[in-house]
C-alpha cells in the first residue's frame, strides 16, 4: 500500500495570512504515461462529509476559492490557502488514486 | 447535480453483518465508478472499495474477505456488505462517486453504524 503522511498534524494561522500543509507519499503517485499527479486534497468541516478541493495534485474542482492551490510533484505535495478565511477552519486531507487501495493522509486541523 | 444517501441500520450487533444502500440520484449510475469509505469516530478516511456500473469491483485486502459492493443500475443503487463486524467496525460510512479519475467528486452525508451488543 501507499503510504500517505501529512505534516503538520495541526496548524494555527492568523486570518489573512497563508497556510500551507504537505503532503508525502511513500512512493512516486507520478504516472509517465500522461505526466499526471494522482494526488487529491479535501476539506472536511465537523458533521461534515469531505468536500475536493484538488485533484491531479492542482487541478481546482469547479467552485472552489482561488485561494486555495495545490502544488508538487512525485511524491511531495503541497495545499496552499494564500489568505485563510474563518469559513476554512476544518481538517484536510490528500488521498493519493495511483493505485488500489486508494488511501489518505491522518489529515491536518487546520485552526485560526 | 448528483446526489448520494446512504441509508441502513444504524446499529448491528458483533458477529452480524452491516448492511447499507446508497441511493443514486441527480445523475447517470452509468460511465462512474462507485465508492463506499468509511470513518471511525474522530479519526481520519478508509477507502473500503468501488464498484463499476457493470459490476466490476475492487476492494481494500485490509478488510480481507469481510466486503462485498454491488450495484443495481435499474435502481441505481449500490449497496455495501460487511460480515463479522467487530467494535473496530464503527464508523461513519459514506458513498461517493469517483470523478474523472479514482478521486471523489460527489459525497453522501454519512450513515453512523454503530457495533455493539
Known amino acids: 500500500d501507499i503510504v500517505v503522511t501529512q505534516s503538520p498534524d495541526s496548524l494555527a494561522v492568523s486570518l489573512g495570512e497563508r497556510a500551507t500543509i504537505n503532503c508525502k507519499s511513500s512512493q512516486s503517485v507520478l504516472y509517465s504515461s500522461n505526466n499526471k499527479n494522482y494526488l487529491a486534497w479535501y476539506q472536511q468541516k465537523p458533521g461534515q462529509p469531505p468536500k475536493l478541493l484538488i485533484y491531479?495534485?492542482?487541478t481546482r474542482e469547479s467552485g472552489v476559492p482561488d485561494r486555495f492551490s495545490g502544488s508538487g510533484s512525485g511524491a511531495d505535495f503541497s495545499l496552499t490557502i494564500s489568505s485563510l478565511q474563518a469559513e476554512d477552519v476544518a481538517v484536510y486531507y490528500c488521498?493519493?488514486?495511483?493505485?488500489?487501495?486508494?488511501?489518505f493522509g491522518q489529515g491536518t486541523k487546520l485552526e485560526i | 447535480q448528483v446526489q448520494l444517501q446512504e441509508s441502513g441500520p444504524g446499529l448491528v450487533k458483533p458477529s452480524e453483518t452491516l448492511s447499507l444502500t446508497c441511493n443514486v440520484s441527480g445523475g447517470s449510475i452509468y460511465s462512474h465508478y462507485w465508492t463506499w469509505i468509511r470513518q471511525p469516530p474522530g479519526r481520519g478516511l478508509e477507502w473500503i472499495g468501488h464498484i463499476s456500473y457493470s459490476g466490476s469491483a475492487n476492494y481494500n485486502p485490509s478488510l480481507k474477505n469481510r466486503v462485498t459492493i454491488s450495484v443495481d443500475a435499474s435502481k441505481s443503487h449500490v449497496s455495501l456488505r460487511l460480515s463479522s463486524v467487530s467494535a473496530t467496525d464503527t464508523a461513519v460510512y459514506y458513498c461517493?462517486?469517483?470523478?474523472?479519475?479514482?478521486?471523489?467528486?460527489?459525497w453522501g452525508q454519512g450513515a453512523l453504524v454503530t457495533v455493539s451488543s
Open positions: 461517493a462517486k469517483d470523478g474523472s479519475g479514482f478521486f471523489f467528486d460527489y
Open positions: 488521498q493519493q488514486y495511483y493505485s488500489t487501495p486508494y488511501t
Open positions: 491531479w495534485a492542482s
